[in-house]
């Protein structure tokens, strides 16, 4: 009797865990889980629980200086990491994004190039930040 009590109690337990497991690699309602290639060195710096920022580049015309310049912008800021996916060589984090954000990097993606930032588990901060530009860094 006792070892049948003490295999339900593992059991329930193993099944509370694998739902833990799933549950927490679900997005909460109203949100995304947006999957984003990344290079191997990114899938491997990143964990499931981190927060990451995200830069994109390009080209942009700039009025005052009536000239196209490449820049910089942080475009999501504290983006939880749901998950990180290896899978045949490549590699890809899964986002939790709402559908508006999900739709800005799905456009970033196709148009710009993407970098993600590994954020400092103690930063909750969101940020207000400048575009950066060689103009700027270089103060033409």
């Known amino acids: 009797m006792a070892k049948k009590i003490f ?7 193993l099944g509370a865990f ?17 999957m984003l290639e990344v290079d191997k060195f990114t899938g491997n710096a990143v964990h499931a629980g981190d927060r990451v920022d995200i830069l994109m580049t390009f080209k942009a ?19 939880s990491v749901l998950d990180v ?6 590699y890809g984090l899964v986002l939790t994004l709402d559908p508006r954000d999900a739709q800005y990097l799905f456009l970033a993606e196709k148009t ?7 954020r400092n588990p103690q930063d909750s901060a969101l940020n207000p930040l400048d575009i950066a530009s060689f103009s700027k860094l270089f103060g033409h």
């Open 7 to 13: 295999l339900l109690t593992a059991l329930f337990f």
């Open 18 to 34: 694998i739902y833990a497991q799933q549950a927490a690699r679900t997005p909460a309602v109203q949100w995304r889980g947006y």
């Open 112 to 118: 710009a190039d993407l970098k993600i930032i590994l």
């Open 85 to 90: 996916i290896s899978e045949g060589g490549k």
């Open 61 to 79: 015309f700039i009025k005052q200086q009536n000239k196209e310049e490449v820049i910089t912008a942080t475009i999501l800021q504290r983006i």
